[in-house]
């Protein structure tokens, strides 16, 4: 009867354990976060070739009109002496790995013309699979956002001009909050965020 067990079991355990290992011997491929999160031909921080920093409100409403991933008639502009902004839609020809929510730039005035400050996309793209692509961030901030029972963690790459965000549900275990969803900013910023520990906000 052992022998038997062993004879049918055998094979099965390999039919369900050799697909997995094969799996697992695939090599992480990440170009489509890549693409998406890091700048390609334009110096970091950069998305659509809008660089923030750089681009004026002008170039940038340019740059989108002209572009296969952005609805034109869903760009609203608006600005006055302190700044202004910019929200817009994707079409179906954008990248999939972009969310649901418009994107949208922040400008401020330089020299009497608006250039934009920040832009800001959300995505579907895990928070793990963005730690997998990025790296080790250098500055790591955690706090609330105001909702009950909620959190944020944001993680900063100022060699990439870059932070990406995601909320969580308090109390979060690790694999949960590595399968959010992120929202990122492009923006050049010298600001240091403190590193704040999980146990100070959840």
Not at 99 to 104: D, I, L, S, V
């Amino acid at each position: 009867m052992l022998r038997l067990y062993l004879r049918v079991g055998i094979p099965l355990f390999c039919l369900l354990v050799l697909p997995m290992l094969a799996i697992r011997a695939q090599p992480y491929d990440d170009s489509y976060v890549r693409e998406l999160l890091l700048s390609n031909g334009c110096v970091a921080p950069c998305f659509l070739g809008i660089q923030p920093g750089i681009t004026t409100a002008e170039e940038a409403l340019a740059i989108l009109r002209a572009s296969q991933w952005v609805e034109g008639a869903s760009i609203a502009y608006r600005d006055s002496d302190y700044g202004g902004g910019a929200v817009w839609s994707w079409t179906k020809q954008a990248s999939p790995l972009l969310g649901k929510k418009q994107g949208g730039f922040v400008t401020s005035p330089q020299n009497g013309v608006q250039v934009v400050d920040l832009l800001r996309i959300t995505t579907v793209v895990a928070s793990g699979d963005a730690y997998l692509t990025l790296g080790i961030s250098p500055y790591t901030m955690i706090g609330e956002t105001g909702m009950r029972d909620e959190a944020y963690v944001a993680r900063f790459y100022p060699d990439h001009g870059i932070s990406v965000w995601s909320n969580f549900r308090c109390p979060s275990l690790n694999d949960h909050i590595w399968a959010r969803p992120i929202m990122v900013q492009f923006r050049i910023s010298g600001v240091t965020p403190q590193i704040i520990t999980p146990a100070s906000t959840c």
